[in-house]
């Protein structure tokens, strides 16, 4: 079993990527909204950063994201990246996004019970 992420800086794809997911029958996503590093560190009042630099980092970085998540076993890991790059495109362009996974070891709560 592996965890999928995908960060979705595509953000109006959003509704077409969980239709062709639902259509290819993967199921069990976890969907949070998510905003960059850059975005924080311009907001933050006692970071010594001059205010016309803070100010084009505030603006420039507002780029909202999603942030998927969802457990996969690894005979289906092949197939839901293939089902999301269809819909993505390529995840190598700027601005994109970003997709990887880390080995499961341990869960509990999921309707399959099979962590293996």
Known sequence: MQLLILILKQVELIEDLLKKMAENNI???????GHGMGESLANMEDLPMFGTLRAM???SNKQPSKVLMMAVKDDEIIKTCEVIKSVVGDLSKPNTGIMLS???YYCEGLVDTSCK
């Open 27 to 33: 199921r069990g996503c976890t969907i949070l909204d």
């Open 57 to 59: 980092m505030a603006t």
């Open 102 to 104: 880390v080995p499961v």
